[in-house]
């Protein structure tokens, strides 16, 4: 016991000495601002739409779709039109389902081109990206 006071001294010296210096940064008051990186995704309620299973009940389309850009304005006129937004891909996602055949998968690529078309229109002018989560038939 008498050797481990003894040495706790020397214990403490090595531990402090072996730290590194970033973490007694903070501590004397010195503090960085962090800028925020700005917003540039949103994603959107899942958009939901009847159609046709294959045999022959009505199930659910469902489709996961979000907003990206790059520019802050866009942006902002976005997240400010997303009502707007979500009725038209709605919109166009119920004209879809209800011409789909019976019992064939939704096509995705081709919802992306309308509603990237749509978001477009809908904002006014291009430089937002409409990405797709998923589009589910149940």
Do not use: W
């Amino acid at each position: 016991m008498r050797l481990f006071l003894r040495l706790l001294p020397l214990i403490l010296v090595c531990a402090v000495s072996v730290a590194p210096a970033s973490a007694f940064a903070g501590a004397h008051g010195e503090k960085k601002e962090e800028k925020a990186a700005p917003v540039t995704y949103f994603a959107l309620q899942p958009l939901t739409a009847v159609a046709l299973r294959r045999d022959g009940r009505r199930g659910v389309l469902t489709l996961e779709a979000g907003i990206e850009a790059k520019d802050p304005k866009v942006m902002a006129r976005a997240q400010l039109s997303e009502p707007r937004l979500r009725a038209a891909f709605a919109q166009v996602l119920m004209t879809y389902a209800s011409g789909m055949r019976r019992g064939d998968p939704p096509d995705v690529d081709y919802l992306a081109r309308e509603l990237q078309k749509t978001a477009d229109r809908v904002l006014g002018q291009s430089g937002s990206r409409v990405l797709l989560g998923s589009a589910l038939m149940n």
